[in-house]
C-alpha cells in the first residue's frame, strides 16, 4: 500500500479566512489541501478558480489538490500551475482525450489525477490507471460537501487495487470515522474529508484516526 495521505477538503472550510484555515488545519497535520474547483456547468455550484489558488499559496507551502469538477479541463491547466497547484485531477467524464491530458498536465511539472463520478464504471479508468499520478474514485454525487458516503461505489477502489499495488488511489465524498475503514479495507490509501475535518471539535484527532484507518 502507498503512503497514507489526508487531504482536507477546504470547501468546508470558512473562505473568507482560506490562509488562516489553511494554516490551522496543517498544523492538525494534514498532508494536503483538496481544492474543490466547481465552475456551475459540469456541477450544479461554483467555488473556486486559480486566482484564489494563487492567493493561497502565498499563505502556504501545503501541497494542493485540485479536483477539477469543470467542464473542459484541458483550459485551465497552464493557469493552475502558474497558480501554484502541486496536482491537477480532473474528471474523466469531462474531458474526450484523457491521455493527451495527463501529458498536458505532467508537462506543466503538476501532478496529474483522474477522477471518475459514482456511476462511471471502473472499466473506463483502467487505460489511465498507469499513466496518471493518483486516480479519484468520487463516493458521492460531486458538487456539494456534507452528503452522504455511497459504499457501493467501493468494489471499483478493490479493482484498481488489485491491478495497481502502487497506485495513489483517493476517495471523496462522505469520509468520516465510521466510513473510512470501509474506504480503506477496499485499497484507498488518501483520503479526502471535509465536514469530518472541519466541523470537528478536535481536528488532529480526526486526521490521525483517518490516517490509522489506512495503516491498519
Ligand atoms: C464534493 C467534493 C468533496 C467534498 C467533500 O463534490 O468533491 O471534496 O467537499 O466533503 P465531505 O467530506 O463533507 O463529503
Ligand atoms: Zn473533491
Not at 43 to 53: D, E, K, R, Y
Not at 101 to 114: F, Y
Request: charged share 20%.
Amino acid at each position: 500500500m502507498p503512503t497514507p495521505k489526508i487531504s482536507p477538503s477546504m470547501l468546508s472550510s470558512d473562505f473568507a479566512q482560506l490562509g488562516a484555515e489553511a494554516a490551522r488545519i496543517c498544523s492538525c497535520g494534514a498532508d494536503a489541501l483538496h481544492m474543490d474547483v466547481m465552475d456551475g456547468h459540469f456541477v450544479p455550484n461554483i467555488t473556486l478558480g486559480a486566482p484564489i489558488i494563487k492567493s493561497l499559496r502565498h499563505h502556504t507551502g501545503a501541497f494542493l489538490d485540485c479536483h477539477m469538477m469543470v467542464s473542459d479541463p484541458e483550459k485551465w491547466v497552464d493557469d493552475f500551475a502558474e497558480a501554484g497547484a502541486n496536482l491537477y485531477c480532473f474528471h474523466l467524464e469531462a474531458t474526450r482525450d484523457a491521455a493527451a491530458l495527463i501529458q498536458q498536465i505532467k508537462a506543466t511539472g503538476m501532478k496529474a489525477g483522474v477522477a471518475i463520478k459514482p456511476k462511471t464504471p471502473v472499466d473506463a479508468v483502467l487505460p489511465y490507471a498507469a499513466l496518471a499520478d493518483m486516480v479519484l474514485v468520487m463516493t458521492v454525487e460531486p458538487g456539494f460537501g456534507g452528503q452522504k458516503f455511497m459504499p457501493e461505489c467501493l468494489p471499483k477502489v478493490r479493482v484498481l487495487r488489485e491491478r495497481y499495488p502502487d497506485l495513489d488511489i483517493q476517495v471523496d465524498g462522505g469520509l468520516a470515522l465510521d466510513t473510512v475503514d470501509a474506504a480503506t479495507e477496499a485499497g484507498a490509501n488518501i483520503i479526502v474529508a471535509g465536514t469530518a475535518v472541519f466541523k470537528a471539535d478536535d481536528p488532529k484527532h480526526v486526521i490521525e484516526t483517518l490516517r490509522d484507518s489506512v495503516k491498519k
